[in-house]
């Protein structure tokens, strides 16, 4: 499979100009970025690594952060973990807070923000250090050491983020949170500020799509059937009210944040991340999207 010949087709096909949305201002941190900022890379293999624009410049990857806090939380609780947050899609915006009321403060899956909130409480209440951990796996899955939390996204979201510390204190109140409110959310907000590139984050994602063993080395972080529930749950719940849409028109397992970055991963042939930082009305990356729908629609690949 010529991938690097689909990337350059899309890398001539799409523009920023062509799409309408904005970049994430309420996070106001996020709102400098650069909208014309573009890049992808697929990396399929040590040799096998394929890329186009800036697909080397870190960004703040937000919400694609929780994926590795999930697998974090999954290795301590086990199964009891579904007691404490749910997996179905939301079909409400990630930062709802209305289903928490119906649903008794028990979060609809871990990639909406409450129930990265949730997984953030489990991190914080049974780890010593758990930014440390954080770090000390994501460093490993890219064999990168210098990936690091960006401490400006982090404070500028920690001065604005009372929809977030909101729901820390709505869902104590309903039981479900066990920490005092201020480290969770410390961690939640740590989490979120991670900075990476395209490059980095398709190999860490590889992992999934390499039933949770890391490539280079083999050596297993997750195993088959806790890899199964993450890529699951990345199918049905990664783009919070348009994951039905991702499926849709890309076909693969995926997570998105804010920062207008995508990583999507083909199980057992492919990791790719996009990064755009234009968002549509439903906060994910307008181009990005755009980019996987044509290289799946290229390749004549999806899981479907
Ligand atoms: N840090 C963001 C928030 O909590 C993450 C949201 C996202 O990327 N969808 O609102």
Request: charged content about 25%; hydrophobic content about 40%; aromatic content about 10%.
């Amino acid at each position: 499979m010529d991938y690097q010949k689909f990337l350059d087709t899309i890398n001539q096909e799409m523009n920023y100009r062509d799409v309408t949305g904005k970049v994430a201002s309420y996070i106001p941190e996020l709102a400098k970025v650069d909208p014309r900022k573009f890049g992808m890379h697929l990396h399929c293999g040590e040799q096998q690594n394929y890329s186009f624009g800036d697909s080397e410049e870190n960004f703040s990857i937000q919400s694609i952060s929780k994926v590795f806090a999930l697998a974090m939380a999954m290795e301590i609780m086990g199964e009891d973990l579904w007691d404490r947050v749910h997996v179905e899609p939301s079909g409400d915006p990630f930062n709802s807070l209305t289903q928490l009321e119906y649903e008794n403060g028990i979060p609809r899956n871990p990639f909406i923000n409450a129930g990265a909130l949730v997984i953030s409480d489990i991190l914080v209440d049974q780890l010593d250090d758990p930014k440390q951990e954080l770090l000390d796996l994501v460093r490993k899955l890219t064999d990168d050491d210098s990936i690091d939390f960006d401490k400006e996204v982090y404070k500028s979201e920690r001065s604005t983020g009372y929809r977030n510390i909101a729901m820390v204190n709505y869902m104590k109140a309903l039981g479900n949170i066990k920490c005092d409110v201020e480290p969770i959310v410390d961690f939640y907000f740590h989490l979120c500020s991670l900075a990476m590139s395209c490059k980095n984050l398709s190999h860490a994602f590889m992992i999934f799509a390499n039933r949770g063993k890391i490539l280079a080395t083999d050596e297993e972080i997750l195993t088959p059937l806790q890899t199964k529930r993450i890529n699951a749950l990345m199918q049905t719940c990664g783009f919070y009210d348009e994951a039905g849409e991702f499926s849709f028109e890309v076909g693969l397992p995926g997570k998105s944040g804010v920062g207008g970055g995508i990583v999507a991963i083909h199980p057992s042939k492919y990791s790719v991340a996009v990064w755009s930082p234009i968002l549509n009305k439903k906060g994910n990356s307008e181009l990005g999207m755009k980019a996987l729908e044509r290289l799946t629609s290229l390749t004549g690949l999806s899981v479907f």
